[in-house]
């Protein structure tokens, strides 16, 4: 299992919009897409198409015009990181089963580590779930791994 370029790219991208409302450096205005772009070597293009999907979900709002661009729709505090990949992804599922009625198995049956992978999948979602785009800004990942160890 693992996640996909899309999940990556908007995570990043949405945390380097975080870090410059946070820091300061934008002051009131939006950040644009090409700035971003450069700054995290993702193409314009492929941003453009995960901004549209964010803006969608309601996790940024555009700008237009002079100083123009995205901001965050809510405070980094109040955005998760498992928003930020469904919203331009599927959910994030260890299973090679397309849906829940229908088993992995040729004959419609469910293989014998189904509910493992299942349950691997719901738990990363929780946890996805329960870091916040500040948490990634401020590093408090890694200070957590940090005391853990």
């Given at each position: 299992m693992r996640l996909s370029t899309k999940g990556r790219y908007a995570v990043m991208a949405m945390t380097d919009l975080a870090r410059r409302q946070d820091d300061g450096t934008e002051g009131e205005r939006a950040v644009?897409?090409?700035d971003i772009a450069a700054r995290q070597e993702i193409s314009l293009s492929y941003l453009e198409?995960?901004?549209a999907r964010l803006r969608r979900r309601g996790l940024v709002l555009s700008l237009r015009g002079p100083g123009g661009?995205?901001?965050l729709a809510r405070s980094a505090a109040e955005t998760n990181i498992a928003e930020i990949v469904m919203a331009v992804d599927e959910p994030i599922?260890?299973?090679r089963c397309a849906t829940h009625g229908k088993g992995c198995m040729a004959k419609g049956e469910r293989c014998l580590t189904h509910d493992l992978w299942e349950e691997?999948?719901?738990q990363i979602q929780g946890y996805?779930?329960?870091v916040s785009l500040q948490d990634v800004v401020t590093g408090?990942?890694?200070q957590a791994r940090t005391v853990a160890a």
């Open positions: 644009s897409l090409a198409q995960l901004f661009g995205y901001r599922r260890a299973t691997m999948g719901q996805l779930a329960s408090r990942l890694t």
